[in-house]
């Protein structure tokens, strides 16, 4: 029943959380400052400076309702309402850097509808899923006042040349019915069905599969046997990962809502067409498989197996040697936490800390590569030696205060920005500038590109290369 899974690689990228959290930072700074807009939007009085690029990429539904299509050497202003100014600065904020903090800000049950109602009408899909956990939640009374499970977890056998093994496991999850009332005549098993709202099963399975950016990412996915008719049901998880000391290190924490929109039907060779139902919902990505199996993490647990091997003597048809060996195997260990998240305030939804966790939505990397290679809203070209690359000024001064220093040297009408950088490397440059992540280069230049990281105050840069360089042996 264990589903294999291939940890496969794209390109390879180099990149650390901090060199990713930095485009998250330096984008809610251009938010915050609005320096070189290209759109106005006034909303309930306020002004909302804004870059087409960005919301191109991230809420195409906004930029057609605004009736944005075309580039404008002019900055637009236009008219918007149907959320009060305070939110939508949340939203919008949400949409340059990915930031979940806005949550944390909406202490009123009032302002979690208002956002969700937003959302939902102009189809900001980027932030459909994080919303979710701010609709109706079921009552202690339908439910259960409280219910968690801790399920131990494990991935066999994850640096062998064959597939990494995943795991999952059925949980049966015992809720206390409501009473049944008191009655003559007998209930109907339909009539005691529906008055005694449970979870039937749950069934949790952990895995990995190919997501953003073409990684590898370890997922999991919860299935319920029935859910009550009338409400949702919303189960708060929590994953970690357990090292050999048994330290376990929060991995993420998420909400996942089980409404009849997780519905899934089915038909069995034994059911004689009657028509089964399941309840699936599949979690955000957790981390990369690449960086769950790195040595430095040690989160791999050594296990020694012995192999036997039999091997026919040359010419000797009948003479059969027998040998065996002690090998090393490493399995990593997994560790949920499951709770039903019952009538819990919209305060507690912030998400946990944790070193391998990102506090923003991991889809900004994907949107921030479609603003890369989009030329539709750029506004300068940038160059080295023959080579010219479109680009947004706003981002890059964003990113760079060297950059945003040379563009403000130079003429304000100026189209044009020399970057000081071997010409090979302009369009590596730029990609890491606009998401965080550099195409691996030959070990021989990174020495060449920490000069250029240090040129431009590219401090995450700089680790991201430092982290590449290859360790020096100490003869001695």
């Given at each position: 029943?264990s ?35 290209d ?5 309930d ?15 195409p ?27 939508l ?71 062998s ?78 994953l ?38 399941r ?14 199996t ?103 001064a ?22 000081k ?18 195409l ?31 360790k ?5």
């Amino acid at each position: 029943s264990s589903e294999k899974t291939d940890p496969e690689f794209p390109e390879k990228l180099w990149y650390t959380n901090a060199s990713l959290k930095a485009v998250s930072d330096d984008l809610k700074k251009l938010f915050s400052s609005g320096k070189y807009p290209d759109l106005i939007l006034k909303a309930d009085g306020e002004e909302f400076k804004l870059h087409k690029c960005i919301l191109n990429a991230r809420w195409p539904k906004l930029m057609s309702t605004l009736e944005i299509g075309e580039p404008s050497d002019e900055v637009e202003t236009k008219e918007f309402s149907g959320i009060s100014r305070h939110l939508l600065k949340r939203v919008l904020e949400f949409a340059y850097c990915g930031s979940l903090e806005f949550m944390n800000y909406l202490h009123e049950i009032e302002d979690g509808i208002e956002v969700f109602d937003f959302v939902k009408k102009y189809n900001f899909y980027r932030l459909n899923n994080q919303i979710s956990q701010l609709s109706p939640k079921c009552s202690s009374s339908q439910i259960l006042q409280s219910y968690r499970t801790s399920v131990e977890m494990k991935f066999t056998n994850v640096t062998s040349t064959e597939k990494a093994m995943g795991d999952f496991r059925t949980c049966e999850i015992h809720l206390k019915p409501r009473k049944l009332p008191r009655s003559e005549e007998p209930m109907t098993e339909r009539d005691r069905e529906k008055f005694q709202q449970h979870i039937r099963f749950m069934d949790l399975r952990l895995y990995v599969d190919k997501g953003p950016l073409g990684y590898n990412w370890l997922m999991f996915s919860i299935v319920l046997g029935k859910i009550p008719q009338e409400n949702p049901v919303t189960i708060k998880c929590k994953l970690y990962v357990v090292d050999e000391g048994k330290v376990k290190y929060l991995l993420t924490e998420q909400y996942l809502v089980f409404d009849r929109s997780t519905e899934i039907s089915f038909t069995t060779p034994f059911s004689k067409g009657k028509i089964s139902k399941r309840y699936r919902r599949i979690s955000e990505p957790v981390i990369t498989w690449q960086e769950l199996t790195e040595e430095r993490n040690n989160f791999m647990r050594k296990r020694p197996v012995t192999k036997f091997s039999r091997t026919l003597l040359q010419g000797k048809s009948k003479e059969i040697e027998s040998s065996e060996e002690t090998v090393e195997e490493k399995d990593i260990c997994f560790r949920f936490e499951l709770k039903l998240a019952d009538g819990e305030h919209l305060h507690d939804l912030r998400l946990g800390e944790s070193e391998f966790m990102y506090e923003f939505d991991y889809k900004i990397f994907q949107d921030l590569e479609l603003v890369h290679d989009d030329d539709k809203f750029t506004d300068i070209e940038v160059y080295s030696g023959g080579w010219i690359i479109k680009a947004h000024k706003a981002i890059l001064a964003a990113r760079s205060t060297k950059i945003s220093e040379d563009i403000l040297r130079s003429k304000k009408s100026s189209k044009s920005l020399e970057i000081k950088i071997e010409p090979e490397y302009l369009s590596v440059f730029i990609h890491y500038l606009y998401t965080g992540q550099i195409l691996e280069v030959p070990v021989h230049k990174i020495d060449n590109l920490l000069s250029v990281a240090h040129e431009y105050r590219l401090n995450c840069l700089e680790a991201v290369l430092e982290k590449q360089k290859p360790k020096q042996v100490d003869i001695a």
